[in-house]
T-cell receptor
Framework: QKEVEQDPGPLSVPEGAIVSLNCTYSNSAFQYFMWYRQYSRKGPELLMYTYSSGNKEDGRFTAQVDKSSKYISLFIRDSQPSDSATYLCAMTTGGGNKLTFGTGTQLKVEL | GAVVSQHPSWVICKSGTSVKIECRSLDFQATTMFWYRQFPKQSLMLMATSNEGSKATYEQGVEKDKFLINHASLTLSTLTVTSAHPEDSSFYIC????????????????FGPGTRLTVL
């Protein structure tokens, strides 16, 4: 079993839809959680960073962490075609330790 | 803030030659830099972790004599693929951590744009 599980998709939604992206993890030592967006042939771009259970909002993006269930989510409101990309969840135990990534979910927002 | 650059963005070389890829943190000092490899439609695979002034720590299965990493300063790390072969063709991405809280935490990694290596 992988430490971090993420549905690879592809996920196709119409423009304006609310998108829900999820990851589950098995290591309870993970304390810091990130979401990255990666466009084709580009490096990942940090979208959200959280370290506590609950919600964190930034514009159209909301990151949700449930440590008791070992489950994190990224919600995208009013999705746009420019949101079409691969979304990677990542997490770390902290203390400068390496990130553990999900496989990434490919999202396509259609006009 | 937290911009990381890579050079070159793409490179094509002949089998048997060596290729050097540079990773620079442009507006912060990076206590730690990471090198990843990514195959098409797959996630990032960590190759090695480097701290300024010390030897890199390689992940299991990564040949340290083939993938030479030098972290010469707090803003520059280089990856040299020695005696490259077609199977080394891939997308190489570096990342850096600032070590101080910013938009992300101290553990947040900021990624470069990647270097696409094609070995003929």
């Amino acid at each position: 079993q992988k430490e971090v599980e993420q549905d690879p998709g592809p996920l196709s939604v119409p423009e304006g839809a609310i998108v829900s992206l999820n990851c589950t993890y098995s290591n309870s030592a993970f304390q810091y959680f990130m979401w990255y967006r990666q466009y084709s042939r580009k490096g990942p771009e940090l979208l959200m960073y959280t370290y506590s259970s609950g919600n964190k909002e930034d514009g159209r993006f909301t990151a949700q962490v449930d440590k008791s269930s070992k489950y994190i989510s990224l919600f995208i409101r009013d999705s746009q075609p420019s949101d079409s990309a691969t979304y990677l969840c990542a997490m770390t135990t902290g203390g400068g330790n390496k990130l553990t990534f999900g496989t990434g979910t490919q999202l396509k927002v259609e006009l | 803030g937290a911009v990381v650059s890579q050079h070159p963005s793409w490179v094509i070389c002949k089998s048997g030659t060596s290729v050097k890829i540079e990773c620079r943190s442009l507006d912060f000092q990076a206590t730690t830099m990471f090198w990843y490899r990514q195959f098409p439609k797959q996630s990032l695979m960590l190759m090695a972790t480097s701290n300024e002034g010390s030897k890199a720590t390689y992940e299991q299965g990564v040949e340290k004599d083939k993938f030479l990493i030098n972290h010469a300063s707090l803003t520059l790390s280089t990856l040299t693929v020695t005696s490259a072969h077609p199977e080394d063709s891939s997308f190489y991405i570096c990342s850096a951590t600032p070590g101080t809280s910013g938009r992300g935490g101290t553990d947040t990694q900021y990624f470069g744009p990647g270097t696409r290596l094609t070995v003929l």
